[in-house]
């Protein structure tokens, strides 16, 4: 049974305790478990601004490149990567010294940076050279740059394999060919191009089967479809047909199987392992993006040009509510969970507003006012808040959680100066390395290696931390 709930106007739950000046046009945010901090790229002023977790004010502000579009966090060497789409270059933020330390060049226009846990390498798309470049972790250099046939977007990385994912369009002729470069993490070459109807519009890894999926808006006149590349031998092992303006592919690890939303058809195809559809749901009014929720194996379902997130029960692939939230006409909603309390949080654009929907019971709790065009949103797992980049009005909105711990938590940096500071005092040595092993086995932390390898030093003090470490 369809349930709507409306939304509720309460907002003394989960109240915004900081609005924070950032640069022009704040957009790309990631948390930094090295140092824990929060990272933002301001597209427009060219720079990344750092918020303290501890203070909640910006400390740093790093000029990089000219419109920095995208952030990632490299585990293996503690370092932030940022996409530079105007200036042709990735910025190197050292985490320590919160400067930047490397400026590589790279092809035309990169929009989208990926890390390989297989081989510690960075991949970057380069829309406007049709090319890939590899960025070795240890050198921060361009170590190959591999050519595709189009526009590489998205990028998807399967690291059982080790291979890495681009789609692109072929332009020319009578129809849009679209395709997906598949490459080798090994040899860093393309080892095969499929050829898979019209635009790929999103990649998605089913790691219980292997296969790449690939959504595809349309083909020609033809309504949307989803192709299925066999991870082990590279083929296409299947096309199949969904509905109408395909938007976004969801994997659901507690069924194990895809969800497919289809914008033009209002509605959510769900695919078996077998490559078979197993259901059609529909969907209130033009689903784009979806989320798995982990909390209690729902997925939610953004009906775009509507005030409503639909929820579906993964076990009777049923759409159990329509959730009354704001407006996120103009931008597709970001959702994201705060496993310290199980709510979900939501932007919504056009309204300004945030809607927090209780995981137990899909009900809206509250509704927070932020500042105007919320884009993005992050859990900081240091502090249990919530950070709103607002792009249109140069901020970021803090959410502190009613449950965050009020104790104030311990930072490994901090830590660390402490140990360098003290360099021969023993005790203090092996308390701080126990502080740091405390902090690393926290529940909402599993980088038990980050502070391994900011210890990677020949100097006795280090090499005894370590141990106490177990590095």
Not at 186 to 199: A, C, K, P, Q, R
Not at 226 to 231: E, K, M, P, Q, T
Not at 235 to 260: C, H, K, Q, W
Request: charged share 15%.
């Amino acid at each position: 049974m369809l349930i709507v709930t409306p939304a509720l106007e309460r907002v003394s739950a989960n109240p915004v305790i900081e609005s924070v000046n950032v640069g022009n046009a704040p957009r790309g945010i990631t948390f930094n478990p090295i140092n824990d901090d929060v990272y933002v790229t301001n597209q427009r002023s060219g720079e990344v601004s750092v918020i303290d977790s501890l203070s909640n004010t910006v400390v740093d502000t790093i000029p990089v490149g000219g419109s920095p579009v995208d952030i990632v966090f490299n585990p293996s060497n503690g370092n932030l990567y940022v996409a530079n789409r105007g200036s042709n270059e990735i910025s190197v933020i050292d985490s320590l010294s919160n400067t930047v330390v490397d400026t590589i060049p790279v092809g035309g226009s990169p929009v989208d940076i990926v890390f390989n846990p297989s081989n510690g390498n960075l991949y970057v798309a380069n829309r406007g050279s049709n090319e890939i470049s590899v960025i070795d972790s240890l050198s921060n250099t361009v170590v190959d740059t591999i050519p595709v046939g189009g526009s590489p977007w998205p990028l998807l990385v399967d690291s059982v394999n080790n291979k890495i994912y681009t789609g692109y369009v072929v332009l020319g002729g009578p129809s849009v060919k679209g395709n997906v470069s598949i490459i080798d993490g090994s040899s860093n070459t393309e080892i095969d191009s499929v050829e898979v109807g019209g635009f790929p519009r999103d990649l998605e890894f089913n790691p219980i089967n292997g296969d790449i999926y690939v959504a595809i808006p349309n083909s020609g006149e033809n309504a949307g479809h989803v192709s299925v590349i066999d991870g082990t031998t590279n083929r296409l092992v299947a096309t199949i047909p969904v509905g109408i303006n395909t938007y976004d592919l969801e994997f659901n690890p507690s069924s194990n199987n895809m969800y497919v939303s289809n914008s033009d058809t209002h509605d959510v195809y769900v695919i078996d392992t077998l490559n078979r559809v197993i259901d059609t749901i529909p969907i209130e009014r033009y689903p784009t993006t979806m989320y798995f929720n982990p909390a209690n194996d729902n997925v939610y379902i953004d009906s775009n040009n509507s005030q409503s997130v639909s929820v579906i029960d993964s076990s009777t692939n049923e759409v159990i509510k329509s959730v009354s939230v704001g407006d996120g006409v103009d931008a597709n909603r970001v959702m994201i969970l705060n496993p310290a309390n199980n709510y979900l949080y939501v932007t919504n654009f056009a309204s300004d507003n945030i809607s927090v929907i209780d995981s137990s019971n899909n009900d809206v709790i509250s509704t927070i006012p932020v500042d105007h065009g919320p884009i993005d949103v992050i859990f900081n797992p240091f502090n249990d808040y919530l950070y709103v980049t607002n792009i249109e009005s140069d901020t970021v909105s803090i959410i502190k959680d009613a449950s965050s711990p009020t104790e104030e938590p311990k930072k490994i940096i901090d830590i660390l100066r402490n140990i360098i500071q003290n360099p021969l005092d023993i005790t203090n040595s092996i308390d701080s390395a126990n502080d740091i092993k405390e902090v690393l086995t926290d529940n909402n932390r599993d980088n038990d290696q980050l502070a391994c390898n900011l210890l990677d030093s020949g100097d006795e003090y280090a090499s005894n931390i370590r141990k106490i470490l177990n590095c």
